[in-house]
Structure formats: structure tokens, C-alpha cells
């Protein structure tokens, strides 16, 4: 796949010191996944993240810390097996430990104009959803009160900046109004991440999102 938009070094960043809220980090983790340009640009973080570690000035743990996890090591543990699941090729990993199936059997609800969306279980301020948005259909028009992150897992999508395919990832803030509209042909269905309420401009929408956690 062809990726034009990919992960901010901002974001990226925050990614490599652990500091983004799940949300993000599931949405940046699974472009990540998707992108072998943005994959090598996180490990070049992680390198510095681990040059950091090493001159750190060691602290010492307390007496016999070594000898409690050599022992716990020894031990069998017995781990569950996990009931085998059809994996979904548009959920890639970490998407389909959130997703756990297909992604038409995730219990969706319909947010009018036939887009539908399933809120995804994370913690922190932000919010996870997956969005499944008719060919042709177009999301209504809004801005964002904070950051929004939306990566395209199946169809394309456009809006007054561009177009997003497979893979691609959009980072809306909040000088951005945007109208996305999905391409004719085929459903789009996107990964999305906002940490703030968005801002609609018609009247519908308005009334329903605090309904719909949007
Ligand atoms: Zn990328």
C-alpha cells in the first residue's frame, strides 16, 4: 500500500516516552503496523530513549531483588488458552486486541446518513472509535476543540486538505474544518482519536453527539 500521510514527529515522539493517551497510541501503533517509513522513524526514537537509559545513573534496588526474580522465573505458570478467533486482514495488530473479530461484527451504532461507529474500550482522556462511512457518504462538516487523528483502514476518504487511502493517517487540530466524504465505490472505514468534543455547524449533529460521545 502507498501511505502519503503519515505520524507527525510531535506525535511521534510522544509515542517513543509512553506520554499519549490509548486512544492515540492505538491509532499511531496501528499506522505504525501499516508503515514501514514510520516504523523505522520510531525505532530511531526508541534508540535515543535507549541511550537515555543507559547513562542514567543507576539506583540500587533493595537487597535480594535479584534473587525474588531469578526464583519467580523457575516457576510454571499455566497460561489459559485463548479461543482462536478470525482475524480481521483490516484490523491489523494492536486494532484487532480492541476489535477481537471481524469488523462487521463489532456492535456498531448507526449515527444517521447510514455512517455508523463503535466506541472502542481505552482508558484516558481520549477517545477511540472505529467509523464506517458509506462509499459516496459524507461525515457532516465540523471543526475540533483538540487534536484528531484519523487513520483509513479499508476504502478512501476526502476533505478540503486532501485524500486519504489505506493507511493513511490525518492529524486535525483545531485550525481545521473539514467535510469528509467518502469515495464513491467502496465503504471507508476508519480508526479515529479525538480528546476533546467536536465542533459541528449544523444544528442535527449538535443535538446528538453528546449521545454519541463525539
Ligand atoms: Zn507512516
Given at each position: 500500500m502507498t501511505i502519503r500521510h503519515h505520524v507527525s514527529d510531535a506525535l511521534l515522539t510522544a509515542y517513543a516516552a509512553g506520554s499519549l493517551p490509548e486512544a492515540f497510541s492505538l491509532v499511531v501503533a496501528t499506522h505504525l503496523s501499516l508503515c514501514d517509513d514510520c516504523r523505522a522513524r520510531a525505532a530511531a526514537l526508541d534508540a535515543v530513549g535507549g541511550r537515555l537509559m543507559e547513562e542514567a545513573a543507576p539506583v540500587a534496588l533493595s537487597e535480594g531483588s535479584l534473587a525474588a526474580v531469578m526464583s519467580r522465573l523457575d516457576r510454571r505458570i499455566e497460561v489459559p488458552a485463548r479461543p482462536a478467533r478470525r482475524a480481521?486482514?483490516?484490523?491489523?495488530a494492536p486494532l484487532a486486541d480492541y476489535v477481537g473479530g471481524r469488523l462487521q461484527d463489532v456492535r456498531w451504532r448507526a449515527l444517521g446518513g447510514g455512517v455508523r461507529q463503535a466506541i472502542l474500550p481505552t482508558g484516558g482522556e481520549a477517545i477511540a472509535r472505529l467509523l464506517w462511512i458509506p462509499g459516496g457518504q459524507a461525515v457532516p462538516d465540523h471543526g475540533h476543540r483538540g487534536m484528531e487523528l484519523t487513520l483509513v483502514l479499508q476504502g478512501a476518504f476526502r476533505d478540503e486538505t486532501d485524500r486519504f487511502g489505506p493507511g493513511d493517517l490525518e492529524i486535525a487540530d483545531e485550525e481545521l474544518e473539514h467535510t469528509p466524504t467518502a469515495e464513491a465505490g467502496i465503504d471507508c472505514i476508519c480508526l479515529a482519536a479525538t480528546d476533546a468534543p467536536l465542533r459541528f455547524n449544523s444544528f442535527l449533529p449538535k443535538l446528538v453527539q453528546p449521545f454519541f460521545r463525539i
Open positions: 480481521d486482514p483490516r484490523a491489523p
